[in-house]
């Protein structure tokens, strides 16, 4: 994988993709299910609105005669559902809303106060009967003492019970406190029936509903769940004759389907296939963009491994602006470089093979010649064989030079150099030169100038570019080596009035072995290095050189060292 940038994208884009997938469809669940939620809570309000208000009238109403007032109402407050109240037996009381057709398969809720729905009524009291049934009581429950204080209800059970004849109404009990305590004892008639149906002892209650504390004892009756049963089924036996009867109620949303919760789970499936597509899509697209991006990159590579073997390549196509396009150019740019310094190379061979062999075998030849005694070793010889081997020692000595330059190795000894005295050491080590070919050689310069430079490296500068030139000036001519402070530092300047350098050949001077005359015959050129020496001299000291001409005029040198600190 770590080689193959096609199969890093594809993984990169499939991951990004199945996050995003995975993204989105768990954001787009949340949000639904959300959305759903709140729109089942609204229906779920308004069915327990509903809901409370069918069961308030059949806590306070023994039947649903008068019931049609509350459902229209309801129809005001929650326009646009059915709503539809049917007794177990299948009698409808009220139907309102909808189009009258087919009912839900299943109701909403039981209305019954006697058994209150939970769910819809979360304060419902344990025993499910809705605290605002009072049937023969006349004080609701919640209001009620735990205990008797007065004594009579103690009274009433033993009147009850013939086991004393003690009139108790002359304790004077309001009106109200005399029916609870009525109530209670036909309640614990119906309590003590269902206990003897089980097989268990009767029990007194308080006005709670709540198993009395024997007096005689002092301990309490035996907390069963059956006394609890018993007490929650007599109460709804005593109830029952004074709230409406049982009801289904069935509710339908705008829509006409019914209230049901909702559920995304039975769409697993769907969405996991909808994710799949989509990621085998995004597959596909990075496998194509993958191929397309890799393209160019195996076109390098092969390019590449072309031009390592040695062979010369064409130019890769480079296709669109991207970075890939812009690498591709890069590497042309290279190809093209490597191919030219490749030429370059294999000319400077060349060039040195030839400048070598011509002092090379004339010292062969001459040396041959002495053995074979075809020639005397006399003066005149030795002297002709030392000016050859001083040509080699010249054209190694500038080989030397330029390769110290261009590895950067070149050092510099710099110093405060008198300008006006090296330009007069020039004129003086020429001068002899230029009388016998005679060329006029003249230099100027403030004689307080200065510069920082290597003094040598500055001579040999000098002496190049003055020698170029006497080389190319016919007799009567002149060479002009000037010196002035400017551009932030000293300007030499060497000119010529020769035949001048053509606009063609300007751009080559200083390349290495490059001479005007195309035959490279010494009676018209040197080595073809000193120039090529000027420029690596020139920038060592951190400055440039440059080069005008005029074909029939003349060439002029310019040489710019900085003020060096």
Not at 62 to 77: H, Q
Not at 82 to 110: H, N, S
Not at 234 to 257: D, F, H, I, M
Request: one cysteine or more; aromatic letters at 4%; proline letters at 6%.
């Amino acid at each position: 994988m770590r080689r193959s940038v096609f199969t890093r994208l594809l993984v990169v884009v499939v991951l990004i993709a199945v996050c995003s997938i995975a993204a989105t469809a768990w954001l787009a669940t949340q949000l639904t299910q959300a959305s759903i939620a709140r729109e089942q809570g609204r229906e779920l309000a308004s069915d327990n609105r509903i809901y409370t208000t069918l069961l308030a009238y059949a806590a306070e109403h023994r039947d649903w005669s008068e019931v049609d007032g509350y459902v229209d109402s309801l129809m005001t407050e929650h326009p646009g559902r059915r709503l539809v109240l049917v007794t177990k037996d299948g009698r409808t009381v009220a139907d309102r809303g909808g189009d009258g057709g087919e009912l839900p398969a299943r109701a909403a809720a039981v209305v019954d106060p006697l058994a209150v729905d939970p769910v819809l009524v979360p304060g419902a009291p344990a025993d499910r009967i809705d605290k605002r049934v009072l049937g023969p009581f006349r004080t609701p429950i919640d209001f009620r003492d735990r205990e008797d204080p007065t004594g009579s209800l103690f009274c009433l059970r033993l009147v009850k019970k013939e086991q004393a004849r003690l009139d108790c109404r002359e304790r004077d009990l309001p009106f109200d406190t005399a029916a609870d305590f009525s109530a209670l004892l036909e309640l614990e008639d119906l309590v003590d029936a269902c206990l003897a149906r089980r097989s268990l002892p009767p029990v007194e209650l308080d006005p709670d509903f709540t198993p009395a504390v024997k007096q005689s004892t002092g301990a309490p009756p035996p907390d069963e769940p059956a006394v609890a049963a018993c007490v929650a089924a007599s109460r709804k036996e005593q109830l029952t004759p004074y709230v409406a009867a049982p009801v289904l109620l069935y509710l339908t949303n705008p829509t006409g389907t019914p209230t049901t919760a909702i559920s995304l789970s039975g769409n697993g499936w769907q969405v996991v296939g909808a994710a799949a597509a989509v990621l085998l899509a995004a597959i596909g697209v990075a496998a194509f963009a993958g191929a397309r991006i890799t393209r160019p990159l195996r076109a390098l590579t092969a390019a590449a491994q072309h031009m390592s073997g040695g062979s010369e390549i064409p130019p890769v196509p480079v296709r669109g602006q991207d970075e890939i396009a812009g690498l591709t150019r890069a590497f042309n740019t290279m190809a093209a470089t490597r191919a030219q310094v490749e030429q370059a190379r294999k000319a400077m061979v060349s060039d040195v093979a030839h400048e070598l062999r011509t002092p090379l075998s004339n010292i062969r030849g001459w040396l041959e010649a002495a053995e074979d005694g075809v020639s005397d070793l006399d003066p005149a010889l030795i002297r002709l064989l030392l000016k050859e081997a001083l040509v080699l020692q010249h054209v190694v000595d500038d080989l030397q030079d330029l390769a110290v330059a261009d590895a950067g190795s070149l050092r510099l000894t710099l110093e405060r150099v008198n300008v006006a005295s090296a330009l007069e050491q020039v004129q003086a080590a020429h001068d002899v030169r230029a009388t016998q070919a005679g060329v006029t050689l003249a230099v100027s310069a403030d004689p307080s100038l200065t510069v920082r430079a290597d003094a040598l490296r500055l001579r040999q500068i000098l002496d190049n570019l003055v020698a170029n030139a006497l080389r190319y000036v016919p007799a009567g001519g002149s060479v002009t080596v000037e010196a002035a402070a400017g551009d932030g530092g000293v300007v030499f300047t060497v000119t010529d009035t020769g035949s001048g350098i053509s606009e063609d050949d300007l751009p080559h001077v200083f390349d290495r072995f490059w001479r005007a005359d195309k035959s490279r015959s010494r009676t018209t050129g040197g080595s073809g290095l000193g120039l090529a020496i000027v420029r690596k001299l020139a920038e060592a000291h951190g400055g440039t050189v440059d080069v005008t001409s005029t074909t029939g005029v003349g060439t002029t040198f310019r040489v710019r060292l900085p003020e060096l600190s």
